[in-house]
């Protein structure tokens, strides 16, 4: 057997508009986060920030488990830019979504919050996104979220 090990990546925080309601739909509620423009990244093999147009197009099921599915880009210090998709599932006890919800700073080890980002970055410096499987933790405040990004090994 072989056992995949972790190698971190970079952590990221970003700024994060009000939420625009869609509603109800068969499958759950759904809604809209916009990412802002400006937020930062950093880690041993990466810089940047974080650019604008961007969201978060959430899904809240009947289970109560809030499926996450943002599409947004970085662009590196070195002025590459880098395509990501993040998808992955926010839950927790009742009372813990519920101050989430409220706006409340929540310890992120209340609740369960993690992701699979997806890089699709250019040939060159930043091709090793390309060629690996990543897999993220997150936290989420009132106006922002912070996230810490693995590649497994």
């Known amino acids: 057997m072989i056992q995949p090990g972790l190698e971190f990546v970079y952590e990221a925080e970003g700024q994060l508009g009000a939420a625009v309601p869609i509603g109800i739909t068969p499958d759950g509620t759904r809604r809209i986060i916009p990412i802002f423009e400006g937020g930062h990244v950093e880690g041993p093999r990466i810089k940047g920030k974080l650019l604008g147009n961007a969201a978060d197009w959430q899904l809240t099921r ?4 809030t499926v996450a599915d943002a599409l947004y880009a970085l662009e590196t210090d070195d002025g590459v830019v880098i395509q990501i998709r993040n998808r992955g599932l926010r839950h927790g006890p009742p009372e813990v979504i519920a101050r989430l919800a409220a706006g409340e700073d929540v310890d992120p080890a209340d609740y369960y919050f993690r992701t699979i980002p997806e890089f699709i970055a250019p040939t060159g410096a930043y091709d090793w996104l390309n060629k690996s499987v990543f897999v993220c933790a997150g936290a989420r405040y009132a106006s922002s979220i ?6 497994v090994t």
């Open 62 to 65: 009947p289970d109560d488990v």
């Open 146 to 151: 912070k996230l810490w990004v693995w590649r």
